[in-house]
């Protein structure tokens, strides 16, 4: 839990948080936890993105092909 409120903590007052973590003298393996933490969240939400968007035209694409389909099939049973 303390991984979360520390990631908080960095980005709503960076310049606070920093200086608190360099104050602990810790070392750099320390704050990498941190750091990969913070650097997943725009890397899900472009996975995300792209998911919703490939998503949003597949159902375009099969809306548009079963329209054809209706329209063929009253075209042949007239």
Do not use: C, G
């Not at 409120?5 to 704050?31: C, D, G, M």
């Not at 997943?40 to 472009?46: H, K, Q």
């Amino acid at each position: 839990m303390e991984l979360i409120e520390r990631a908080k903590a960095i980005l709503s007052n960076p310049k606070k948080e920093w200086a608190v973590i360099e104050a602990e003298n810790a070392p750099q393996a320390k704050v990498l936890p941190y750091i990969l933490a913070l650097s997943l969240i725009p890397a899900v939400a472009i996975f995300f993105t792209y998911w919703w968007h490939w998503h949003s035209a597949e159902k375009v694409f099969l809306d548009s092909l079963t329209a054809i389909y209706k329209a063929q099939v009253k075209t042949i049973l007239k």
